[in-house]
């Protein structure tokens, strides 16, 4: 590589610039490896232990639904399932040190159960279903953003990564490389120079003086 380097005092001056700004983007993007870190372990800290949770709520919802069947019957069941709405499903992005991540908002239409309805008029088996079911469905949806989060910011993590050991390991002492060639070059060609004007010098001073 550094055969191809041209060795003037320009390109030295140009080297040195290079270099300082390759430690520069070194810096920021160790600081950004480091940013991304911390939030992917403050999400999984979020989530430690809510999938056993949700496991847990959705043997208890089936477990409940079942017995709520039992008692009111499937029509009734299916009868209260046709008075629901369906859930609008939105998607923000936040952005973290450059990456987008979703954020989950869910909006739900006019429906014929209200909670006034639900507490007065609905058996009290299948209450319990449809808040176990609500609480379900609120847990898949944070749990699914939260690895999704996750996921992106372990992708840009180890891009991160790659691209700050590249600049440590190659790019950075490739330059260092060309600029000891380039100074030990210029210090040969000063050394010579040096070493003519002496000769000169002592020629011109052994010359008898006419």
Not at 161 to 179: C, V
């Given at each position: 590589?550094?055969?191809n ?98 954020e ?32 379900v ?51 040969e060609?000063?050394r010579?120079?040096?070493s ?15």
């Open positions: 590589m550094a055969n380097v041209k060795a003037t005092r320009i390109e030295l001056i140009n080297t040195k610039k290079r270099i300082k700004v390759a430690r520069r983007g070194l810096d920021l993007l160790k600081m950004k490896r480091q940013a991304l870190v911390m939030e992917f372990m403050k999400i999984a800290n979020e989530i430690k232990g809510k999938r056993e949770a949700l496991r847990n709520d959705i043997a208890a919802a089936i477990n409940e639904i079942k017995m709520a069947e039992i008692i009111e019957g499937q029509m009734e069941i299916e009868r209260l399932s046709y008075l629901s709405s369906n859930p609008d499903i939105s998607m923000n992005m936040r952005n973290i040190m450059g990456v987008k991540i979703p989950l908002d869910t909006k739900y239409g006019k429906t014929g159960l209200t909670e006034d309805y639900l507490v007065s008029s609905v058996p009290v088996s299948v209450y319990d279903s449809i808040k176990l079911f609500e609480r469905f609120n847990e898949l949806m944070e749990i699914s953003q939260k690895e999704v989060a996750m996921r992106k910011l372990l992708y840009e993590i180890d891009k991160t990564n790659r691209r700050s050991n590249a600049i440590e390991n190659i790019m950075i002492p490739r330059m260092e490389s060309n600029l000891k060639f380039i100074k030990d070059h210029l210090d060609l000063e010579e120079s040096f003519s004007l002496k000769f000169v010098k002592e020629h011109v001073l052994d010359e008898p003086q006419r």
